[in-house]
């Protein structure tokens, strides 16, 4: 089936969606709220269906067949994104939305792709981003992490920040500097490292939120297989830039909900919902306020979907931090919109009030998605820099050999 979308009619391929997930699918029990962190479940049932889902090629149906595809167009892997939408089954969609899985495909090395790729796309290992470090997020290319070549294998020494999911992580997504005398982006690689060993600390933080999502890692002689190289030695920023974008492009379609677990009156819009409730909703002031916001989410989803129609297989997209830019705006005017619906009732908290716990938690979670995966304003400068086509942000260190820059000798 290497070329399904040449061969296949609209109706045939949407029949055999529905009768496959007639005779497979059964509701899942509910995720624990915070479950393994980082888009990874811990739930057997949850797992098992996403292992069916990855066998009868549902999972990534873009992809290519010896890669668990079926080499579908994005129209007709759109249908089968519907079915799967109609039912409320997870697990098809991967070849846009997961992130570990389609960097692995399109960098990891012949005998470590063949391992990794079924296990992210069966979420049978959990992931993190071994990124930012104390003296280096925005400006990314600055990491002092470094990755020695020795025998067969990698040894890491430095440390990482703000790293979600690393307390439960199999693997982290490291860049570390693997060559000191070239410029900073020139002198990076991009490795899958084991996180389950002896050389690697990982210590919770904790947030803003009173939750712990993120932690410091330290790296004291950890081994990284030579295997686990994704892309050519020292050319890791490339493959960031590709694992980025799709990072980006999941934060642009949205973020968690409210917490409290108080479900809202109606299926209608949140907003609405809790404006009807507060007996608000005739307020104009109130009422135009959640219009902008919901006009703001419609046309983003719309955007985020152009982008991602232009984002292909082991390319990145600028495109990207707009919608990842407009998200970050939407949550802050949502939170805002809600305490200005609960009013003075918004300053209490706890278990007794979940609306103002609900909106003091969305308003602290906003930024999330305004400072993770590359601030607002780095946002900007991309879209400017990449899309807008004005001249580069002054860089002075672009040029120089890092061990040369201040501070690295
Ligand atoms: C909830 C959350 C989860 C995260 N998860 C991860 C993770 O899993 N893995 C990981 O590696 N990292 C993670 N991060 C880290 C995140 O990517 C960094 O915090 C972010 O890139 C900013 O880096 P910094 O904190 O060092 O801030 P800085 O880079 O020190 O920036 C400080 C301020 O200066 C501004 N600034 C800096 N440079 C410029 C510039 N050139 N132009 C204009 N303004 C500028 C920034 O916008 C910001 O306002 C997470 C962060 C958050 C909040």
Redesign the pocket.
Known sequence: MADGAATLTDDALREEVRAWLAANWKPLPPEQPGAGGAGWTTSPERKAWLAKVVDARWAVPRWPAEWYGRGLSDAQARIVEREFAKVGAPGTGQDRSNLWANTALAYASPTFKPKIVPQLLKNEVGM?????EPGA???LAGIRTRADHVGDHYVVNGS?V????AATADYGMLIARTDWDVPKHKGISFFFLPMKQKGVEVRPLRQITNESH?NEVFFTDAICPEENLLGPLNAGWGVLQTALAYERSVMGEGARGPRSGVAEATNEEPLIALAREAGVLGDPVIRQEIAKVIAYRRLNALNTARAKADLAQGTSSSIMSLGKLAMSRILHEEARVRTMILGAGSLLEGKDYPRAEDANFLTLNA??TS????????QR?IIGERVLGLPR?PEVDRDVPFRQVRGNG
Not at 128 to 132: E, G, K, M, V
Not at 162 to 165: A, E, F, I, K, N
Not at 371 to 378: A, N, S, V
């Open positions: 993190c981003l071994l990124y930012s997020g925005s400006d990482k703000w790293t979600s999911g993120f930024y999330f400072i993770g995966g590359g601030t607002d304003q780095i400068n942000e």
